[in-house]
């Protein structure tokens, strides 16, 4: 197993009740079981073909799912699905997306076929409004929107006395440090689990490019020191090594 290194202020502050959400590659995301049984709603940004966080958070805590990802819908994903039959790779899964969406997303679960992260352009919205006009009480936030996290971390602050969990994928984190730390400091949520995306390679520094990070308000179930990867943890795709990560700094 290979070693990264990562900031201090990204360490969990102890132990978490942890569970894993979505399938075992990635996608699958470790969060707080607490937090999914206090939410009364999900808020789901970057969906792709891969809602299966969103089926396990149904399992555990029946709420709204309300899913932005300006990138796909039925037909979108017909087109990937033949693309794929021509190819002959990964059919099944995009079988399986192109079979299931119009099921997934019905009644108190909906897509919108709409980009978050600006304000007044076409097809996109902000965090805020998505926050305000969508839905209300307690929210649990699930991000995964390829950069664009960066243009939500000021909604992130303003409104984190909405949020009852939150897990974010980070990219370029070597170029965003000092952004990040001044984010992590200031938002008003403990650092739950912290988890490499070996999709993305790591910089010369030992530091990894793209990180899923699990914030939530609960305390730790036992302030002991957490060893990672976490036992849930799972490499993003089955070929990857997984990576132990060392606190540094």
């Not at 569970?19 to 969060?31: A, N, T």
């Not at 965003?176 to 490499?196: G, M, N, Q, S, T």
């Not at 995306?197 to 730790?220: C, K, R, Y």
Request: hydrophobic share 40%.
């Amino acid at each position: 197993m290979n070693t990264v290194n990562l900031p201090k202020w990204l360490q969990p502050s102890g132990q978490f009740d942890l569970v894993r959400l979505g399938r075992d590659r990635d996608g699958g995301y470790l969060v707080d079981a607490r937090d999914v049984a206090e939410a009364e709603a999900l808020v789901s940004l970057g969906v792709n073909d891969d809602w299966s966080f969103e089926e396990d958070f149904l399992k555990r805590n029946n709420v709204p799912i309300h899913a932005f990802d300006g990138t796909i819908d039925r037909n979108i994903l017909g087109k990937r699905l033949v693309k794929t039959i021509l190819s002959r790779k990964d059919v099944k899964h995009k079988l399986k997306a192109w079979r299931e969406y119009d099921r997934f997303f019905s009644g108190s679960t909906r897509h919108y076929k709409t980009m978050v992260g600006l304000d007044s352009s076409p097809g996109f919205v902000t965090l805020r409004h998505i926050l305000n006009e969508y839905t209300s009480g307690r929210v649990f936030l699930k991000i995964d929107i390829e950069g664009w996290e960066y243009r939500l971390l000021g909604d992130l602050l303003a409104e984190a006395d909405r949020i009852c969990g939150l897990m974010i994928e980070i990219h370029n984190v070597d170029l965003h440090e000092e952004r990040l730390k001044d984010f992590v400091e200031k938002l008003p949520l403990r650092v739950a689990h912290v988890h490499r995306n070996t999709f993305a390679p790591v910089s010369d520094t030992g530091i990894p490019l793209v990180l899923e990070v699990t914030f939530t308000p609960q305390a730790p179930v036992s302030y002991k020191s957490v060893t990672l990867p976490h036992e849930l943890d799972r490499p993003s795709a089955p070929s990857h090594e997984p990576s132990e990560i060392r606190f540094i700094g």
